[in-house]
């Protein structure tokens, strides 16, 4: 639920500058508006709960003066039992620019500070994206969604940039015989995105992490894009819990300097125009042609989930990527199963980078995926699971 306030002088510091704790008031009166807007100011009173702040990020990307009009858009990412997380975004509504980004976290309390459930009218308020079955597990010290379905080896499927874990929403739904774990990478999705820790590492990290609170030993580890550089990483961290290896339209070597210069250009373009601009950057590259005629549908589903993509996320997903390391030395050293998928049409990391790959790979397979382009589980859904699914038999259930 948008909100637009209008920034007056006595919200600025001496400089004419709004400043970062009139920011802070903004962003707390934009949802007071929505409540008021909504069920009513007094939603919380009537529940005999209170909505005490314990954490609060926000990342401040430029400046506001006098007489600007911001819009703040809300969104609910998780509800728990007696908290819940929300994000906010400030717009400047004469140039479109991202002004600020911020996460908070409340806990509901009575009024002697005990915890108390979070009030009914709230879980279905500012558009939450509930109600899909995810669970939040606290890894490292930062709370990460996951949808978690069936039973027997575990695959563990990671998401690339600037996407989600929905992108593996055929694979977690129809992959039988497995239990399919599908995250949302930190900073990315409705995971917590803290304005700094991004590197390959650090999510090679949080999904052994991962494996550890649900129970896992090792898992068959499924990257797409940028999630096959942190399935390689985890592949060299922490070799004895990998089962199994599926890497799906990504490459293993690291950027060239010319593409270190285009993730600088992207850090700074997200910090000045938001998601949206990187999002009108990536769409043309991402699907095949074709799919992008047929399916606007799927454009749009893309489009939506680029945008809400926090700015944190992709900023340090950016820099993440920058700075990986040359992951073609560990390809030989790779004593597991392992199958690359890429779709024949991807112009990203095109079907000569997975050759590359499986000729440095042991015993590695090779699938090309007819009309896909660089999100071939999106596009292709049926026949990337099928493939997974062989591959799985033939490996012999690992």
Known sequence: ?????????????????LNHAAFVRLFERARWDSL????????????SAWPAVRRTSVEYLAAAFPGDVLRFEQLVTHVGRTSFTMRQSARRLGDDRLLAAAEFVFVCVDRKGR???????IRGLFGSEGGDGASRLTVHGVELSVAVEGEGPAVLFIHGYPLDRTIWAHQVAHLHGARR???????????????????????????AGLL????EDRAVVCGFSMGGYVALEFARRHPARLAGLILVDTRAAADSEEGRRGRDAGIQLVRDRGAGAIAEQMLPKLLAPATAKRRPELVAQVESMIRRTPVAGIAGALAAMRDRPDNRPLLPTLEVPVLVLVGAEDAITPPAEAEAMVAALPGAELRVIPD????????????????????????GGV
């Open 1 to 17: 639920m948008p909100i637009d306030l209008r920034i007056y002088p006595d919200d600025c510091d001496a400089f004419g500058h």
């Open 115 to 121: 915890p108390v459930p979070v009030p009914a009218v």
């Open 181 to 207: 774990i599908a995250p949302d990478l930190r900073g990315f999705g409705r995971s917590d995105a803290p304005d700094l820790g991004y590197s390959m590492a650090t999510w090679a990290d949080d999904m």
């Open 36 to 47: 008021a807007e909504g069920p009513g100011m007094d939603a919380f009173q009537q529940a």
């Open 212 to 215: 550890d609170a649900l129970g």
């Open 372 to 395: 896909a382009g660089h999100l071939t589980p999106v596009e292709q859904p049926e026949a990337v699971t099928r493939e997974m699914a062989e591959f799985l038999r033939r490996a």
